[in-house]
């Protein structure tokens, strides 16, 4: 994966003082061959991201991608 969106992200809330309101909520569903995983990004208990994969990284790196233009931060 050439953009790691979960280390810009960690990395402009850290800049901003932020990152310790950061937490994931991650879900499961599915047969256990083929999941799907839906994680929420939040910040202070405030979603700002949500993504889906077929692997839990991968939802988290929808979210993140999510919660980064949100953030209106462009690719560093």
Not at 11 to 22: E, S, T, V
Not at 58 to 67: F, K, N, P, Y
């Amino acid at each position: 994966m050439n953009n790691d969106a979960i280390s810009t992200l960690n990395n402009r809330l850290q800049a901003l003082g932020k990152d310790a309101g950061l937490s994931w909520v991650d879900h499961k569903q599915g047969e256990e061959h083929s999941p799907e995983w839906t994680s929420q990004c939040k910040l202070d208990d405030q979603v700002i991201g949500t993504g889906r994969g077929t692997q839990k990284n991968l939802a988290r790196e929808a979210a993140a991608r999510m919660a980064l233009a949100r953030l209106n931060v462009v690719d560093e």
